[in-house]
């Protein structure tokens, strides 16, 4: 079986409705399934975009980002370019949300 090395850029997909999608390290982009999913960033980060985060369905989860402890961590260091979330964690992370205003989440959509 071939395995992608952690740390390489690479496209997750929710094909299994597995619902819990974590870039790792690298540039990646998340795709999530039609059910409830979870986006998990941690460690090196690097630019990842989440393609289909639904509102009030799906989350994301910031447990290991020290950056982001609490709503208000999120939206300071979120912003909006072209209908999308972009939240700058610091150190060149980025995490793009594609098609979604910061005015959308709140505590039920995020995990810290």
Do not use: K
């Not at 999913?37 to 639904?54: C, N």
């Amino acid at each position: 079986m071939f395995r992608i090395p952690f740390w390489e850029d690479h496209t997750h997909r929710d094909v299994y409705h597995r619902d819990v999608l974590n870039g790792g390290r690298g540039d990646d982009t998340l795709i999530g399934g039609s059910g409830v999913d979870d986006f998990i960033f941690s460690g090196l980060i690097g630019f990842d975009v989440v393609q289909d985060w639904q509102n009030n369905v799906d989350h994301l989860d910031f447990t290991l980002v020290t950056s982001i402890t609490s709503l208000s961590d999120f939206t300071s260091q979120s912003s909006e370019l072209d209908g999308n979330v972009v939240i700058q964690l610091g150190g060149g992370d980025v995490i793009t949300v594609l098609g979604a205003s910061i005015a959308q989440f709140d505590v039920g959509d995020l995990i810290f």
